[in-house]
């Protein structure tokens, strides 16, 4: 389905900016995979399935903006998973200690940029490569979890449980929770810095060429630890609205979602060696990957491996176009 | 001081010579934590005690991280080590518990030959994938890190195949002259490696394509050729890291095993002093690198840490070698007094570093 995709942008080529097609064509085929799963499964065309996709991957959304810009200067944040963990952790373990919950949604959301801060620190002034750099803080935050507490907490505080509960819906039954407008507020502020910001252009100067933005004058140091701070704020929230949905912190949830969060923003359109990527298109890689989990819920006979292998499979497809239509692909 | 420091600079330059200290402090401070750490005592022929066992788990690290070194050293990265320790290890389990006569060594040799045949194609599709695609490495086998846990479950069919075989078990268990089976294993992968690239050209081949892949293709060298080669061998090495950790547990778990096993093994080389940004290489460091971390484990373990929270220790260990080695770190600290801006370290970078 890709293909044909493909086939078809080339033929309007001289109209259609290059670095566009990666996000339409994941545009494409999130359409196509809603269009196969409106023909086979009659309840599939219900709104609220649309809406259970952005309930279920809130969290993976505002994680995906922050590791966007982390990607988009040609970094990699690995620690993403663990500091969301962390962070539900965190707020589970001060909520059941008595505090109170504004107290603890500051606490909360300062761990995560904190980590993130250090870490860019580290990248920038010491030169260690993001990837070991970001390894050593996810195994940080993860050890942090299980420090905390061995088993899961629950949380039943009434704010959260107010956020969890809350259904902002029509008339017709269809809803959404809290955690989504938040999502979606925190994607509007992303792009919005992304596109219109000087610090949005400072982004993809370091990504196109690091070394041509510090010989133009560019705050190269600043933009850099601030994309990892970023995605630590990112984390922290996505941690938050984690908590939100399972009303609960455990050492042991979103172990590997690093990854999955890396092939949305991939399978977005972003290159992984920085400088090209918008953050609609990371919102079109969760939601692909949204999709797929639910078309694989709704046929019932296919197991919960098929959509690792899935992902694998696009993963191996987006990266193909990205290389095709040639975008500084090194 | 100064004649002191001149006088151990040869040493202190060493490239293993923080390596080395860790291993040496960490084994020191257990020995002082519990004194009994270093007893090794001989049983029914085999040797026993904690240092038999760190040699003896840490053999599936050390063959990952040989793999590892090889396409660290050619500039790439191989994420999808741990999914094919998966998939060797669940291909072998499935074949030996179809089988009538588990014991029989026919089953186990076609059973492991398959596996490993098997490891070996998908060691090809990496290395297509990065020497003829051209795509980044770190994202070719990003991949194979994903859909190959769907695949070693695919194969598994989700459950956790029992075995109970007495020569596969014996390749994770077994013991031969007194020592560990799995780190003779290991041991003569690493010589058969060392041969091979230090006795040949191709180490030199494999630093030369990791330093410049352009220039050494227009030196005469087949850097593609080389590239595809580092993936199929990393790959191969999974396959018997896989074997043995399936055998340690006669079982074959398609989500569990391998689990993180290729964070672990680039964090061994790193630890053993080759660049990420490839150029070089040190087999013997990969071997230190690989025990430091066993051994941290291990301590960890019998310090009656949980092992989740053993992490917060291999966060520190990790960023203290990788400080000790950056040397923007070190220029740092020796004029601490020049301003904030990183300037005089830059020129020592051998490249521009991959976004890895």
């Known amino acids: ?330 | 001081m100064n004649t002191v420091a001149d006088r151990l600079r040869p040493l202190t330059g060493h490239r293993l010579f923080w390596p080395a200290l860790v291993l040496v402090v960490m084994i020191a401070a257990n020995t002082v934590y519990r004194p009994g750490f270093l007893a090794v005592e001989v049983k029914n022929g085999h040797l026993y005690g904690t240092p038999v066992d760190i040699l003896r788990l840490s053999a599936p690290l050390i063959l990952v991280a040989l793999g590892m070194t090889l396409v660290i050293a050619t500039g790439g990265i191989d994420l999808s080590v741990g999914s094919l320790c998966a998939i060797s290890g669940a291909i072998a389990c499935l074949h030996i518990s179809g089988a009538a006569d588990q014991n029989s060594p026919a089953t186990v040799a076609t059973a492991l030959a398959l596996a490993f045949g098997a490891a070996l194609v998908l060691g090809a599709w990496n290395g297509v994938l990065v020497a003829v695609i051209g795509i980044q490495p770190i994202i070719a086998t990003l991949i194979l890190m994903v859909a190959g846990r769907g695949i070693a479950q695919l194969v598994t069919e989700g459950q956790i195949i029992t075995i109970n075989s007495g020569p596969y078990r014996a390749i994770g268990l077994g013991s031969f002259l007194t020592l560990p089976l799995a780190i003779l294993i290991a041991l003569a992968a690493a010589l058969l490696v060392a041969a091979f690239t230090r006795r040949t050209a191709l180490g030199l081949i494999v630093e030369s394509v990791g330093g410049n892949a352009e220039a050494s293709r227009l030196a005469g060298i087949r850097s593609r050729r080389v590239v595809f080669l580092v993936y199929v061998v990393s790959a191969a090495c999974a396959a018997l890291a896989g074997f043995m950790v399936t055998a340690n547990v006669s079982s074959a778990d398609g989500n569990a095993a391998g689990l993180w096993i290729e964070l672990d093994a680039i964090l061994a080389v790193v630890i053993g002093g080759t660049s990420l940004a490839g150029g070089r290489f040190s087999l013997s460091g990969t071997v230190l690198g690989a025990l430091i971390i066993q051994t941290l484990t291990t301590t960890v373990y019998a310090m009656n840490i949980s092992p989740q929270t053993s992490l917060l220790f291999k966060a520190v260990v990790v960023i203290a070698v990788c400080l000790v080695q950056a040397p923007a770190f070190r220029a740092r600290f020796r004029r601490r007094r020049r301003g904030v801006e990183p300037g005089p370290a830059a020129p020592q970078r051998e490249k521009e570093q991959v976004p890895a």
């Open chain 1, 1 to 330: 389905m890709s293909s044909t995709s493909l086939s078809a942008v080339r033929s309007w080529r001289p109209s259609l900016p290059r670095r566009h097609v990666p996000v339409l064509a994941t545009l494409a085929l999130l359409l196509v995979m809603y269009g196969i799963g409106v023909s086979q499964y009659r309840a599939f065309s219900n709104v609220q399935v649309v809406f259970n996709v952005f309930i279920d991957n809130g969290f993976l959304l505002v994680v995906a903006v922050g590791m966007t810009f982390v990607i988009l200067t040609g970094g990699i944040d690995l620690s993403v998973g663990s500091v969301v963990a962390m962070t539900a952790m965190v707020s589970a373990a001060l909520l059941r200690a008595g505090l109170p919950a504004a107290l603890v949604l500051v606490v909360a959301l300062l761990i995560g940029p904190t980590l993130g801060f250090l870490m860019g620190c580290a990248i920038h002034f010491f030169e260690i490569q993001p990837f070991i750099v970001t390894l050593a803080g996810m195994f940080f935050a993860r050890g942090m979890c299980t420090f905390i507490s061995d088993s899961s907490i629950s949380i039943t505080d009434g704010f959260w449980t107010g956020m969890s509960q809350e259904r902002i819906g029509d008339p017709a039954g269809n809803f959404v929770s809290i955690s989504v407008l938040i999502a979606f507020a925190v994607v509007l502020v992303a792009a919005y810095v992304l596109a219109y910001t000087r610090f949005g252009r400072n982004v993809y100067a370091v990504g196109g060429n690091a070394q041509s933005a510090l010989l133009m004058g560019l705050p190269v140091a600043r933009t850099r630890i601030a994309v990892y701070t970023i995605s630590g704020l990112c984390s922290a929230i996505g941690g938050i609205l984690l908590s939100f949905y399972t009303l609960s912190g455990a050492p042991l949830i979103a172990v590997g979602m690093e990854l999955d969060v890396i092939a949305a923003v991939v399978i977005g359109g972003t290159v992984l060696t920085g400088g090209s990527g918008y953050v609609f298109g990371t919102v079109l890689g969760v939601l692909v990957l949204g999709v797929i989990q639910t078309l694989i819920t709704f046929d019932g006979s296919l197991n919960s491996w098929w959509t690792k292998i899935v992902i694998g499979g696009l993963l191996f497809a987006f990266i193909l176009l990205q290389r095709l239509i040639g975008i500084r692909f090194k």
